[in-house]
């Protein structure tokens, strides 16, 4: 079965610095695609932002880009000028090629400090 | 917000009840989905339905149920519920769009509390 890693539990950030999210992902499949989400205190889960393995250029919106190393099997998402909105947890994600199904990591909390 | 509603928000309920939760969408998604989401687990797949009456289990399918008569609609059940079955349950469509489109979108959450 198709696993997913977030191995950083919690990180903490200053406002305006950059961050990076780690996570790694088992796979068999030749196409797939990675996800990164977000849940603020809300709760509301949202899509950050999304990356196709057959792709080679990462995927970038806004100040949101990720860092997709197909053969290492690794999709970091790096967060730009960091912002008190952007504290939540981040989950990562991966479909199972053909399947219709998502497999998500345990998530990572993110804070954004004054 | 892919018109995703779920109901209710919140419930307290007791060892034993039944609880159904309720996922209303409204864009006519094929594929809608359960999730339990746990402190230290992420979101675990619990069922999910590529059409109606069409449903199949998840990684955490044991003591619950769905069904699903009309598009818009997905039920999640509990039969008797029990205190591991204390959650948050999320409900999320798998985006329409032709070839490529794999995301999902998620409703609000449902807090349930079993005591």
């Known amino acids: 079965a198709q696993t997913v890693t977030q191995s950083q539990p919690e990180m903490s950030v200053q406002e305006a610095e950059t961050v990076t999210l780690s996570c790694t992902y088992d796979?068999?499949?030749?196409?797939?695609?990675l996800f990164w989400y977000k849940q603020p205190p809300s709760r509301q889960m949202i899509l950050v932002i999304r990356?196709?393995?057959?792709?080679?250029q990462n995927a970038t919106e806004n100040r949101f880009s990720v860092n997709f190393q197909k053969a290492a099997k690794s999709f970091s998402l790096k967060i730009s000028d960091s912002q008190l909105g952007d504290t939540a947890m981040y989950f990562c994600a991966a479909d199972q090629g053909g399947s219709e199904k998502l497999v998500f990591g345990k998530g990572m909390k993110l804070t954004v400090n004054p | 917000d892919a018109g995703i509603t779920q109901s209710p928000r919140h419930k307290v309920t007791e060892t034993g009840t039944p609880v159904t939760l309720r996922c209303h969408q409204t864009?006519?998604?094929?594929?809608m989905y359960w999730y339990r989401q746990d402190p230290g687990h992420g979101l675990r797949l619990i069922h999910y339905?590529?059409?109606?009456?069409?449903?199949d289990k998840g990684e955490v399918s044991d003591g619950y149920s769905v069904s699903r008569s009309k598009t818009e609609d997905f039920l999640l059940t509990l039969e008797s519920a029990t205190s591991s079955q204390t959650s948050v349950y999320f409900c999320?469509?798998?985006?329409?769009?032709?070839?490529?489109?794999?995301?999902?979108?998620f409703g609000p959450g449902t807090r349930l509390t079993v005591t």
């Open positions: 796979t068999s499949e030749s196409n797939y695609y």
């Open positions: 339905s590529y059409g109606v009456k069409d449903t």
């Open positions: 990356q196709e393995a057959y792709k080679q």
């Open positions: 864009e006519n998604h094929r594929y």
């Open positions: 999320a469509i798998r985006a329409s769009g032709g070839y490529g489109v794999r995301e999902q979108y």
